[in-house]
């Protein structure tokens, strides 16, 4: 990724008027979303699928992270849990901005973290949290098809899906992703608080 995106990315992201959410009976957890830039010049954010032995949302596609220690911030999360996950040190100079907090069905307050995480770093995936990791190119979430929004009857709100290669994903790291499509790489303030998950998160 040059500079230039770089910048336009933290412009877009320092512009945003993020909002925050009260964590009172919610877990509070951060994700990462790491922007690698590519030999090839074609940008990646890095995706995981959770491993099958986890106790809650296994085989789910997620972005690294994870519930936050005590007296940790969201950042600080967020950098764990990346290394601890997928092998990836960051630090807090390499943070671009940070998106909406969003919460989840299952009783998470999440905090999307977003991050330049230089030219192809090596990555080493745990295999005890990460089943499979991906580096999906940032054009993926530019497609025509996506997003694509459903009902449920247990719901008014919109179900929010993307497509992702030839996997559907659902929120609530669909939301985010939206959500990072529309502020950091289109300069489009957009909430996605009221994008209801799938019935099988809510657990």
């Known amino acids: 990724m040059d500079e230039q995106l770089k910048q336009r990315f933290m412009v877009n992201l320092g512009a945003f008027d993020r909002q925050r959410a009260q964590t009172e009976g919610?877990?509070?957890?951060?994700?990462?979303?790491?922007?690698?830039?590519e030999p090839d010049g074609q940008p990646t954010f890095i995706l995981t699928r959770r491993a099958?032995?986890?106790?809650?949302?296994?085989?789910?596609?997620?972005?690294?992270?994870?519930?936050?220690d005590p007296d940790e911030d969201p950042?600080?999360?967020?950098?764990r849990e990346m290394e601890e996950e997928i092998g990836l040190r960051l630090s807090k100079a390499d943070v671009m901005g940070e998106l909406d907090d969003y919460k989840t069905r299952s009783g998470y307050m999440i905090t999307p973290?977003?991050?330049?995480?230089g030219s192809n770093p090596t990555l080493s995936p745990n295999p005890d949290e990460v089943a499979e990791l991906?580096?999906?190119?940032?054009?993926?979430?530019?497609?025509?098809?996506?997003?694509?929004?459903?009902?449920i009857p247990e719901s008014e709100n919109p179900v929010i899906r993307i497509f992702i290669n030839?996997?559907?994903?659902?929120?609530?790291?669909?939301?985010v992703l939206f959500q990072f499509?529309?502020?950091?790489?289109?300069?489009r303030p957009t909430r996605v608080?009221?994008?209801?998950?799938?019935?099988?998160?809510?657990?």
């Open 166 to 175: 030839e996997y559907q994903v659902h929120a609530p790291t669909a939301a």
């Open 134 to 151: 991906y580096r999906i190119p940032l054009s993926e979430l530019d497609r025509p098809d996506s997003p694509k929004f459903i009902t």
């Open 181 to 187: 499509r529309e502020v950091a790489m289109h300069g």
């Open 193 to 203: 608080a009221h994008f209801e998950q799938p019935v099988f998160a809510w657990r």
């Open 52 to 68: 099958a032995k986890l106790n809650s949302h296994a085989r789910q596609w997620a972005l690294p992270g994870g519930r936050l």
């Open 75 to 79: 950042i600080e999360a967020a950098i």
């Open 26 to 37: 919610l877990k509070h957890a951060a994700v990462a979303i790491a922007v690698v830039d």
């Open 113 to 117: 973290v977003v991050f330049w995480a």
